[in-house]
């Protein structure tokens, strides 16, 4: 299936796992370390119940572990500019941290997990030194994938990856979901590192 089908077919932890995984990677534009995410991660996996509204005190536990990561990240100090795109790259970082669903409803979820793979396809593409053939992330989301840019390629198999094994296993897919994450976020702060030293 293509990356749209795998998000519209998703249950509610799939969705959440799917988002947090794409703004877990792109945590090197927010300037957090690698463990800034891990209580979001820890509260997906502590939950229960999830057809049956993820389980008492779910809400509250995710809600408020949002609100940490929020202020620790400083989700309000968006940067202007930058080259090579990498402004609009932390913006969009940023973007996806701000828009993170305290609500558990399924359709707040799948906004945010379609938005968040959107955006973090967009902000490897505007980051990948080489040309990505397609005139915008919509075709690879839709199974597009001829001349596909390294940094967008490996994207896109992650997302997909995350998608299929939390659909196959559940709960117990988490672990290689962050797995996963952790692997794309190691990539990722490679690219910004380098750039960053292109400019010195």
């Known amino acids: 299936m293509s990356l749209v089908e795998l998000i519209a077919q998703a249950d509610e932890r799939g969705l959440a ?28 996996a502590e939950s229960e119940g999830w057809g049956e509204g993820w389980g008492e005190g779910w809400g509250e536990d995710w809600g408020e572990r949002v609100e940490q990561a929020r202020a620790k990240l400083d ?28 609500d558990r409803a399924a359709g707040n979820l799948r906004e945010w997990a ?9 902000i490897h593409r505007l980051l990948d030194a080489a040309s990505d053939g397609a005139s915008s992330v919509t075709a690879r989301r839709e199974g597009r994938t001829q001349d596909m840019s390294p940094l967008v390629a490996a994207e896109l198999r992650r997302q997909i990856a995350i998608l299929e094994v939390l659909s ?3 709960p117990a897919g988490l672990r290689q979901a962050l797995v996963l994450s952790t692997e794309g976020r190691r990539v990722l702060r490679a690219v910004v590192s380098r750039r960053a030293r292109g400019r010195v």
Do not use: K
């Open 114 to 122: 379609d938005a968040c793979s959107v955006a973090a396809l967009q």
């Open 168 to 170: 196959a296993h559940g």
């Open 17 to 44: 796992a799917s988002g947090l995984a794409c703004l877990d990677r792109c945590v090197p534009l927010l300037g957090g370390d690698d463990e800034i995410l891990r209580p979001l991660w820890a509260s997906l």
């Open 75 to 102: 989700v309000s100090g968006v940067p202007e500019g930058g080259v090579f795109g990498e402004g609009e790259a932390v913006v969009l970082a940023h973007r996806m941290l701000g828009a993170v669903p305290v």
